[in-house]
DNA sequence: GTCTATACTTCGATAGAC
DNA sequence: GTCTATCGAAGTATAGAC
């Protein structure tokens, strides 16, 4: 039992600039979002790259550590998307169609589902989840000042209100669902038109949307 | 092939109120939300039971109609415990409690990722989803109608609000996010009074939270 | 450094005994 | 109506050939 722990822990490895090793997480990556976590096996990653499945074993020191490397790259991927996005003129319409981009969403799906049973995923899908909060929020707030307003939520807010509501519609549009959902787009809307002049943020919540008392 | 599907749409199975068959779906209910539905296994709901994994299969056609049953037994239950929230003199208030409830939100995680591969578990999910969001949309409308209250949002667009924050904020929290959070219960307490005050749901994205401008 | 042959575990599902 | 014996497929992972 020592020895197979010394095999695990020493046990060589493929290099990580391996192109063979690229493809095993592109291909892990797309069933992952398309199939869900549980379609991603050493075979159906193999056969989906076209190698042999023992190579993801070669690759990777378990599956867990593969899916561990997919949850890296995208986050990664997402983490330059984000950064562009914040870049925009108009950062919470930008914020928002990052957020509603729905392949992002089925990622973040199956991974906080993983992360209920796998402590290294919940805290590298946490990490980087607070990291690209405070970069909306940081965002927001420079947006702000650099007009002279002041907000009238805290910008991390907006960030927490927006991005949930995103993800939130994203996920009940793959389902099918509607109830609400005009009526949440028009909130939206009515939102970013009101902060783009005066930083108010209000309206997602607002008065304003179904007419007046 | 003509054969095998004959065989399997006339197979004969254990009958629906039998014992053994209620503590099946029990066992599977409370291995999907503790352990995510990859551990939803004939052998592991079996044994979780006490009982041979081939009794999984005397009773259902397959784990995904074991799934199935445990989706629409956790919905029923879910739907009277709504329904009672919902008659409360704060039904704003009590919503949130009802979907802040951290078990009920680790079943939607589960079976919305399950969602995206089986088109049965997607209708039924869905269709569940918008029964409930009318079934809040009209009880609010009622709250405000008794009381002459005019909504300043439309009501199944606070039901889209206040679920979709309550939902994330508790999946972050699983997580060990913290981000935002303090302010988002801010905002929410903030709302809850003007509404039980004058049915102004405003606030959820409100100015009043950080101070004035 | 790269890949294959192979071990052994667990899965879903059915056929048939009681 | 209830449960068991059993099968073939698919799963992870390692040891060793090139």
Not at 76 to 90: F, I, N, P, T
Request: charged letters at 25%; hydrophobic letters at 40%.
């Amino acid at each position: 039992m020592a020895q197979a722990e010394k095999t695990w822990a020493t046990r060589k490895l493929g290099a990580e600039t391996s192109a063979t090793r690229t493809s095993l997480v592109t291909a892990a990556q797309r069933l992952l979002v398309d199939e869900g976590y549980a379609a991603v096996t050493s075979r159906r990653v193999a056969s989906e790259a076209g190698l042999k499945p023992q190579l993801v074993h070669y690759y990777f020191r378990s599956m867990d550590d593969l899916l561990l490397e997919v949850l890296h790259r995208t986050c990664e991927e997402g983490e330059e998307r984000l950064a562009a996005a914040l870049e925009s003129d108009e950062p919470l319409r930008a914020l928002w169609d990052y957020a509603t981009d729905c392949r992002p969403v089925a990622f973040t799906t199956e991974f906080t589902a993983l992360a209920s049973r796998n402590a290294k995923i919940r805290d590298e899908l946490a990490s980087y989840a607070e990291r690209f909060r405070a970069m909306q929020a940081k965002a927001i707030e420079r947006h702000l000042a650099m007009r002279g307003i002041v907000p009238q939520i805290p910008p991390v807010l907006a960030s927490v209100l927006l991005v949930s509501l995103a993800t939130t519609l994203v996920r009940e549009q793959e389902l099918g669902m509607s109830l609400g959902h005009k009526e949440a787009e028009a909130l939206v809307e009515d939102c970013f038109r009101r902060f783009e002049n005066s930083g108010d943020a209000t309206p997602i919540f607002g008065g304003s949307v179904l007419g007046e008392t």
